[in-house]
Structures are given as C-alpha cells and as structure tokens.
C-alpha cells in the first residue's frame, strides 16, 4: 500500500485521466507477453483494480473475457485516483516478489505516465504525493529591514510546509508554518511603539502589546484572530501541533484542513511582516 490521506479512500479527491487507463492497460498487457500463461497477469491485475472500485472479482472463462473485465475494473477503479494509482503499483509490486526476473513498470515509467497526462500525482514510495494541491497564499516581499539570514531562514521555512503538504505530512506543515509565525514575531522585540518598545519574548506576549498599540484599529481584531488560531492549534484538544493531540479518531489533521491553516497563517505573516516594516521605519501610525 502506498501512504496517502486516508480520507481519500472514502471521499476521493477525483478521477484519474483516462489516457492513463489506456497507457497502463497497454503496460499491463505488455507485462503479460512476459508469461506463457497470460491470462495469469491479467487476473493479478483485476484482483487489484476490483478491491481499488469495491468488486469482487471472479476468474474469467479466457483470456478476452479477462482483458475485457479488467478494462471495466480499471474504468470503474479510475473514480478514485489515488486508489488507482495504488492498485497499478501494488500489483506490480506483488508480480515482482512471486517473480524476481519478471520485468514490471517501475516507479520512473508509472510517474512518466502520470506526468505525461497531467495526473497531478508522483509515486514516491511509500507515499503517493499530490502534485495538483491547492495554490498557497503568496507570501509577499520581505522587508528590507529584516536582515538576509532572516530572509533565507523565512523562504526555507515557507517551502518546507509545502513540501510536507505535498508530501501528504498534513500536521508536520501547520507544524512547520506556525512555528515560523512564533519566529517571525519575535522580529518585534525593542521595536519602539508609541512611547515605549515592545518587551516581550514570545508570540502570545508580543501579540498583546502589539494589539494594545493597535487599540481601536482593524489590526487589534486581526491580531485576536491570529492569537485565536494559534491557541487552536497549540491546544491537543484542538489543532495539537505544538504540545501534543489527544488519541481520539478526530485527532487526524485532512488535507483540506492543513490547506486552509497554513494559508490563514501566510496571509496573517504578510499581515505582521507588514507591521514590523511600519514599526521598524519609524512609521508607527
């Protein structure tokens, strides 16, 4: 089995291309010329693509009738992507542990097809990676007051969330993007606001002050709203990214729910950045 959302086995995130059927169908049969008995490949393969589309599956009465079940199966398999491209993989896995001289379409062919087509997915085992997620909130230019060291250490940052989301790592990204909010607040320490300077050392104490200095204004909501966010996600009873989640079946981060975090969290970054840039040139209005 491949690593993927789960929640993708019961709500599938769409269908695969049908020129990837045909090209797959096509490798399929071109691994059954390997056999004298062909009809023993074919069958593998419709066990496969029969558990991925929920059917059972019999054996066929000849090879046409074989060929013509597993071109249903693959059809009906295709309503979920990710079980599809499971199914193909798996199976030529199994083929190649009973036959070691069996020559099977290895990862490089599988994702060629899959790039070849658009997809929007790459095997990777052991996980099957989504190439097609959601676009990021864009993080815009840095300011210039921040130093180089912290403009490398924000880019890495952003670009690892990406790659856990597109990995399928769902809490490791909100993880990794929310720690960056923590650090990009403490940018704020000794920054003069009003008649003083901002005095605390970590996200939740900053956050006040910058929300006292703000009072009255669009920006004393929107730093409640972050705080809330991050209190969310910090709690195991909420988010659990930070001390921990409790062990109940909810405790599992979706896609979709990592997506929507980790674009709230960009859009508040582009949203303090911009205040350290107001404070720090001494446009403290």
Not at 30 to 55: L, M, P, T
Not at 214 to 240: C, D, F, N
Request: glycine share 8%; hydrophobic share 40%; with cysteine.
């Amino acid at each position: 089995m491949l690593n993927y959302d789960p929640t993708w086995r019961l709500r599938p995130p769409g269908k695969i291309a049908l020129a990837v059927i045909s090209d797959l169908t096509v490798l399929i049969k071109r691994v059954s010329g390997q056999y004298s008995n062909r009809q023993h490949v074919i069958e593998h393969y419709k066990r496969y693509f029969a558990d991925a589309a929920g059917r059972p599956s019999y054996h066929s009465s000849s090879l046409s009738w074989a060929e013509s079940d597993l071109d249903d199966y693959m059809r009906e398999a295709g309503a979920n992507a990710p079980m599809f491209i499971e199914a193909f993989y798996d199976a030529g896995q199994a083929l190649k542990n009973q036959n070691s001289e069996l020559v099977v379409p290895d990862v490089d062919m599988i994702n060629y097809v899959l790039n070849e087509h658009g997809a929007g997915y790459e095997v990777n085992p052991p996980r099957l990676i989504a190439r097609n997620a959601s676009s990021s909130v864009a993080v815009e230019i840095l300011p210039p007051s921040l130093d180089a060291q912290a403009h490398e250490r924000i880019q890495r940052s952003l670009k690892q969330s990406e790659n856990y989301l597109a990995a399928g790592d769902n809490r490791q990204a909100v993880q990794e993007i929310l720690w960056l909010l923590e650090t990009v607040s403490t940018a704020f320490q000794g920054i003069p606001v009003g008649d003083s300077t901002i005095q605390g050392k970590y996200f939740n104490k900053i956050a006040d002050e910058l929300r006292l200095h703000r009072k009255g204004q669009v920006a004393e909501q929107a730093i409640g709203w972050m705080k809330t966010l991050h209190g969310y996600l910090s709690s195991p009873t909420g988010g659990g990214v930070r001390h921990g989640a409790t062990l109940t079946a909810d405790a599992e981060m979706s896609a979709h729910e990592a997506r929507l975090f980790c674009n709230l969290i960009r859009s508040y970054l582009n949203f303090i950045l911009d205040e350290y840039h107001s404070l720090s040139g001494g446009n403290s209005g």
